[in-house]
């Protein structure tokens, strides 16, 4: 089993940044994938960035250019640097992780709201 805990999630004016974290604990052996998932009102879930254990990532067209997908292996942690925020990436944003894609574990999630 693996527990995802997030964190940094926040209000920001439209153009401003966040940095999301997101520490694993458990059967960590288990990951080879871990990324970001956001959720809107109305909106189903969408995959934002992901990265393998090799290091490839991947991103969502929609943030490409504004968020960058990054780790710390020795602290079992992703983040999710999110630059020139706007009012659309307003949604719960869930880090994710599993042996394949699609994810098996996820985060609580935490709330990203961008004003305008």
């Known amino acids: 089993q693996v527990q995802l805990v997030e964190s940094g999630g926040g209000l920001v004016q439209a153009g401003g940044s966040l940095r999301l974290s997101c520490a694993a604990s458990?059967?960590?052996?288990?990951?080879?994938?871990m990324g970001w998932y956001r959720q809107a009102p109305g909106k189903q879930r969408e995959m934002v960035a992901a990265?393998?254990?090799?290091?490839?990532?991947s991103y969502a067209d929609s943030v490409k250019g504004r968020f960058t997908i990054s780790r710390d292996n020795a602290k079992n942690t992703v983040f999710l640097q999110m630059n020139s925020l706007k009012p659309e990436d307003t949604a719960v944003y869930y880090c994710?992780?599993?042996?394949?894609?699609?994810?098996?574990?996820w985060g609580q999630g935490t709330q990203v709201t961008v004003s305008s």
């Open positions: 458990g059967s960590i052996f288990s990951i080879n994938r």
């Open positions: 990265m393998i254990r090799g290091g490839s990532t």
């Open positions: 994710a992780a599993g042996p394949v894609w699609p994810p098996a574990y």
